[in-house]
């Protein structure tokens, strides 16, 4: 049981994914069917925003600021006073991450871009370490290297999907208010 609780803590990036999925079929379950593109897709980018950026950035914000010499003993860095500005800006991010839960097109798309740097510059950052320092932690090149690169896209294509599907929505109601 310890080895499970330290996994999903370790790996929060996927354990807080794999909740936000969760919590999408469980605000999905409490509709009435049949679910449409749109509907299916907002539950999904809410819960990703929610818990992928709100929660998730939070708990780093938590992690780099209170406990900063567990994170950097699991990230293979020596203590600097730097992950504290690290810890601001994840809190920053997890801010912007709640508001974007129920937010608008624009809001949703700042809360995935702002991160979405912040994430791939980290990825980039994890090589480097790999590269030159050997650097082969669980925290520079585990599961946190790999949700760095892939969770930005997916909350990008999520948007994405989200905006195409009330364009197709608009678009057919259009059709049907037209005379015939």
């Keep these: 049981m310890e080895q499970a609780i330290r996994f999903l803590f370790s790996n929060f990036t996927l354990t807080l994914f794999v909740i936000g999925l969760v919590a999408s079929l469980v605000a999905l379950l409490r509709r009435p069917r049949p679910w449409s593109r749109a509907i299916v897709v907002e539950a999904m980018l809410s819960w990703f925003l929610f818990f992928s950026l709100g929660v998730s950035f939070l708990y780093n914000f938590v992690m780099h600021v209170f406990f900063s010499e567990m994170a950097a003993a699991f990230i293979g860095w020596q203590t600097s006073p730097f992950q504290k500005e690290v810890g601001f800006a994840s809190l920053g991010f997890s ?78 109601m259009q059709i049907a208010a037209l005379p015939r």
């Design 95 to 172: 801010v912007v991450g709640f508001m974007a839960f129920k937010g608008g097109t624009g809001m949703r798309l700042a809360a995935l871009v702002g991160p979405a740097c912040f994430l791939w510059g980290a990825a980039a950052g994890h090589v480097q370490q790999m590269v030159e320092a050997h650097n082969f932690a669980p925290g520079n090149a585990g599961v946190i290297f790999y949700t760095d690169i892939l969770l930005p896209v997916f909350g990008l294509v999520l948007l994405w999907m989200r905006s195409r599907a009330e364009t197709i929505t608009e678009t057919r």
